[in-house]
C-alpha cells in the first residue's frame, strides 16, 4: 500500500476485518484512481499506530511513526479535506493490553498499561494511554455534521431480497430494564452560555476542594451540560433486576457502550460484574484485590486472574449457578455477556436481538426471551418501546419497509458520549460544582463516593450547522422529518430552543415534528411499516444508536450504510459503516483463510469521495470515476457477489476481483471521458478472460489457517500474501 505525499484522497489504517480488506482493495482503487490523475494514500488511526505514535522516546529511531491521527484532525478544518474513514478499534482496557503486549512481543519497548498507577512515571504514561482509549478517533477527525443513509442501491437489493427476521410473539417475555430515578438522564442540568467563557470542575468535600478538571473553555452560545448516575442506587437496581430476571425463567444481559463511553460505563459494567457475583465478593474481596482483580475488566478477566486458587473459582461457580442464566456472546466458548466489556456494544447488540424476533442465545446453546438490562433511561426507551411495538404489530418486513435516514448533530465534540475527559467517579461525598471564570457556579451536584459525574456540550456552529443539514435534506426528500428530542430532558430543551426559531426564519416549521424518542421511535416504525420514509434528527449518542438500529432492521447490517460527513470547513469526510463484527472475521479468517467481511460500505464511500473530488478540484475523470464505482456496486448486488459467511463460498478476495471487473466494464462503456474508456477497456476484457483462473487463485487456500503476522499489527508482507493471493489478478491491475 504505497502513500503519497499530499494525496488527494485519505485512505485510513484501521484494524481487523476493514484492515485485512484494505490490503486487497486498496491497490484496486490506487491504479483506477491513477488514471484520473487522482492520488490515493493512507494514514494510520489503527490502535496499534497510535500507540507507537504516543510513545515514540520508547522507540529506536527506526521504530517511530507519525501521529497521523493530529495531523488529520488538522486536515479536517480545511477545505482540501477529502477522507475515507474506515471502523478503527475504539479501545477497551483488554484491547489496549492485548494491543500492548503484541507490540512488545515484536520488539517495539512501549511501556505496559499501568491499571494501578502509583509513580509520577506511572501516571503520566497513563495519562498518555488514556489519550488512546474509548473513542479517541472520531471526535478529532468529525469536524462536521453526519448525514447517514442507505445508499439507493442497497435498499433496493434490500427489499428485493428480504433477509431473515425472527418473529415476535405478543407473549414474548423479553423486556428493558433501566433504572427508576437517580441515573444520567433524571439527573441532568443544561445550561447555554451567554458569553465565551473559561470553567473549571471542582469536588467539595468535608476534607477541602480538589480540582476534578481545569482549563475548560467553551465559546459564547454552547449548551453545556452536569449530571450524575448514583451508584448506589445503580446497585439496588442490578440486584433488584437479577432476582426478577431468575422469577421470569429469562436470559439476563447488560447491554453498555464501553468502547465509546470509555469512562463511565466501564464503571457500570463493573458494578454489574460485582452485583451478579455479590457472595464472592463479599467474601473474597481481598484475596482478589491482592490477585489484581479489577471488576470493570470483566468476568473473564477477573477468571483469569483467579487461575490458581480453587476456592474462589468453585465460589464463583456456585454463584453463577444460583444466578439466571445469562445471554452469552459464545455459548460454545462460555463467553457470557458479562465476560468483556467490549463484547457487547448496546449499539449492534440491542438491533440483533430485535431482529432475532427478542431472542438471544443462552448457555445452553438454544435462543431463549432475555431481560435486556440498559440502566441510564436516556435512551433504553428507544429499544423499549422497538420491542413493544413489534409485541403488538409482529417483525418489519424488509421487502416493504421504508427507511430511517439520520442527520446527527456530532462536530466539534458535540455531546461526545462517555469519553470526554469531564467524567469522573466520585472518590468521596461531597458537592461537584462547574465554576465559570467569572465566579458563577453553573452547576451542582450531591454526590456520594462512587457515583458516576459527567458533562458534555455542543457548540452554537455545530447546532446551527445540523438544523440547516435537516432542513436542506428535508427539502430534498420530502420525507417526513423529525427531531428527537425531550421537552422535559434538559441537554434537549436547550436544543429546542435553537431548532425552533431556525425552523421559523427558515418558514419551515410545518415541515418538522419535534417528538421525545420513545414517541419518535413508534412514530419511525409505523412510518417505514407502511413503506413510507422518515429522517431521524438526533443527538450523537442517538446517532450511533440509531444508525445501527434502522439499518439492521431494514438491511440486515449497518455496514452498507451511506455515511457523509459534511465537514463545517468545506471538506468531505466519508464514513464506510459499523465494525462491531470485524473481530469475529478476523479470528474467521486466520482460522481457515476465509474473510466474510463486505466491503460494501467502503464501496460506497468511494463513490461519494470521488464525486466529490471532481467538485472540488473541477476534475471530470473523477466525477466519471465515481459513477463507475456505483455501477460496479449495483451489480455487486445485482450479481450476489458480496461474501458468504462460511469457508468454500466467495469471500471478499472475491467481491474485490468482482468489483474491479465491474469498475472497468463501467469504465469502458462510458463515453463522457474517451482516454478513461480506452485505458479500461482491455482491464476489463483480461478481468473477464481470466475469470475462472483468478477465482481458483483466490479461493485456493481457503481452509487451511492463514497467518498475517499479527493481530493488532500485521505483516506487511504476510498480509499482502494472504490478501492477493493471485497473481493474474495482480498482474492486470499492477
Not at 517511530?64 to 495531523?71: G, S, T, V, W, Y
Not at 434537549?492 to 418558514?507: N, Q, R, S, W
Not at 477497456?681 to 503476522?709: C, R, S
Request: charged fraction near 25%.
Amino acid at each position: 500500500m504505497a502513500n503519497t505525499p499530499n494525496p488527494d484522497i485519505i485512505y485510513t489504517k484501521v484494524d481487523e476485518a476493514p484492515e485485512l480488506a484494505s490490503a486487497s482493495l486498496l491497490p484496486i482503487i490506487q491504479r483506477f484512481a491513477k488514471a484520473a490523475g487522482v492520488s490515493v494514500g493512507t494514514k494510520d488511526i489503527s490502535l496499534a499506530g497510535r500507540i507507537l505514535a504516543t510513545f515514540p522516546d520508547h522507540l529506536k529511531e527506526d521504530q517511530r511513526i507519525a501521529d497521523d491521527l493530529a495531523e488529520l484532525g488538522k486536515l479536517v478544518k480545511t477545505p482540501d479535506a477529502n477522507v475515507i474513514k474506515l471502523p478503527n478499534i475504539s479501545a477497551s482496557v483488554p484491547q489496549l493490553v492485548e494491543a500492548v503486549r503484541e507490540l512488545q512481543s515484536k520488539g517495539f519497548a512501549v511501556p505496559d498499561y499501568p491499571e494501578t498507577p502509583d509513580t509520577d512515571a506511572e501516571k503520566e504514561i497513563r495519562a498518555r494511554y488514556d489519550t488512546i482509549k474509548g473513542s479517541a478517533v472520531n471526535p478529532v477527525l468529525r469536524e462536521g455534521n453526519s448525514d447517514r443513509r442507505a445508499a439507493a442501491a442497497v435498499k433496493k437489493f434490500a427489499q428485493n431480497n428480504p433477509h431473515r427476521m425472527g418473529d415476535w410473539s405478543a407473549d414474548s417475555k423479553t423486556r428493558v430494564a433501566a433504572m427508576s430515578g437517580n441515573d444520567f438522564f433524571s439527573n441532568e442540568v443544561s445550561a447555554t452560555l451567554p458569553n465565551e467563557t473559561d470553567a473549571k470542575i471542582i469536588l467539595e468535600t468535608a476534607n477541602g476542594e480538589t480540582v476534578l478538571k481545569d482549563g475548560l473553555s467553551y465559546p459564547a452560545g454552547t449548551v453545556v451540560d452536569a449530571t450524575f448516575m448514583s451508584a448506589a442506587a445503580l446497585d439496588a437496581f442490578l440486584t433488584d433486576e437479577i432476582e426478577k430476571t431468575k422469577a421470569e425463567g429469562v436470559l439476563y444481559s447488560l447491554h453498555m457502550k464501553a468502547t465509546m463511553m470509555k469512562v463511565s460505563d466501564p464503571i457500570i459494567f463493573g458494578h454489574a460484574v460485582k452485583t451478579f457475583l455479590a457472595p464472592v465478593f463479599e467474601k473474597y474481596w481481598t484475596e482478589m484485590d491482592a490477585l489484581g482483580v479489577n471488576p470493570n475488566q470483566g468476568l473473564g478477566a477477573l477468571v483469569d486472574k483467579v487461575e490458581g486458587n480453587a476456592e474462589i473459582k468453585a465460589a464463583i461457580e456456585a454463584c453463577m449457578a444460583e444466578r439466571p442464566p445469562m445471554y452469552m456472546v459464545d455459548s460454545d466458548k462460555g463467553i457470557t455477556n458479562l465476560h468483556v466489556p467490549s463484547d457487547v456494544i448496546i449499539d449492534a447488540s440491542m438491533p440483533a436481538l430485535i431482529r432475532a424476533g427478542g431472542k438471544g442465545w443462552g448457555p445452553d446453546g438454544k435462543e431463549a426471551d432475555a431481560v435486556c438490562v440498559i440502566p441510564d433511561n436516556s435512551y433504553a426507551p428507544v429499544y423499549d418501546e422497538a420491542i413493544n411495538f413489534f409485541k403488538a404489530n409482529g417483525k418489519l418486513d424488509p421487502a416493504t419497509a421504508g427507511t430511517v435516514q439520520n442527520l446527527g448533530l456530532m462536530a466539534q465534540k458535540a455531546e461526545e458520549y462517555g469519553s470526554h475527559p469531564t467524567t469522573f467517579e466520585i472518590p468521596e461525598a461531597g458537592t461537584v460544582k462547574m465554576i465559570l471564570d467569572d465566579g458563577t457556579v453553573l452547576h451542582s451536584h450531591d454526590v456520594q463516593a462512587g457515583d458516576i459525574w459527567r458533562s458534555a456540550s455542543a457548540r452554537k456552529a455545530p447546532i446551527e450547522d445540523w438544523v440547516n443539514l435537516a432542513i436542506e435534506r428535508q427539502k430534498a426528500t420530502g420525507f417526513r422529518a423529525i427531531f428527537w428530542l425531550d421537552a422535559s430532558r434538559a441537554h434537549d430543551a436547550e436544543l429546542i430552543k435553537y431548532v425552533t426559531p431556525i425552523l421559523e426564519a427558515k418558514g419551515v416549521a410545518d415541515k418538522f415534528e419535534i417528538m421525545a424518542p420513545r414517541e419518535a421511535t413508534r412514530a419511525s416504525l409505523e412510518t417505514i411499516t407502511k413503506g413510507e420514509n422518515t429522517i431521524a434528527i438526533t443527538g450523537n449518542v442517538l446517532r450511533d444508536y440509531l444508525t445501527d438500529l434502522f439499518p439492521i432492521l431494514e438491511l440486515a447490517t449497518s455496514a452498507k450504510m451511506l455515511s457523509i460527513v459534511k465537514l463545517m470547513q468545506g471538506g468531505g469526510l466519508f464514513e464506510t459503516g459499523a465494525g462491531g463484527s470485524a473481530p469475529k472475521h478476523v479470528q474467521q479468517l486466520h482460522g481457515e483463510n476465509h474473510l466474510r467481511w463486505d466491503s460494501l460500505g467502503e464501496f460506497c464511500a468511494l463513490g461519494e469521495s470521488f464525486k466529490f473530488l471532481a467538485d472540488a478540484k473541477g476534475n471530470a475523470k473523477a466525477r466519471v470515476l465515481g459513477d463507475a464505482v456505483e455501477a460496479a456496486t449495483q451489480g455487486i448486488l445485482d450479481d450476489n457477489r458480496s461474501p458468504g459467511r462460511k469457508v468454500g463460498l466467495p469471500d471478499n478476495r472475491d467481491s474485490h476481483y468482482w468489483f474491479a471487473r465491474y469498475w472497468a466494464e463501467a469504465l469502458a462503456a462510458q463515453s463522457d471521458e474517451a482516454d478513461l474508456a480506452a485505458e479500461f477497456a482491455p482491464v476489463a476484457k483480461a478481468l473477464a478472460d481470466n475469470e475462472a483462473k483468478v477465482i481458483e487463485e483466490l479461493d485456493a487456500g481457503q481452509g487451511a489457517p492463514a497467518d498475517t503476522g499479527g493481530y493488532y499489527l500485521n505483516d506487511e508482507a504476510k498480509l499482502a500474501a494472504v490478501m492477493r493471493p493471485s497473481a493474474t489478478l495482480n498482474a492486470i491491475i499492477g
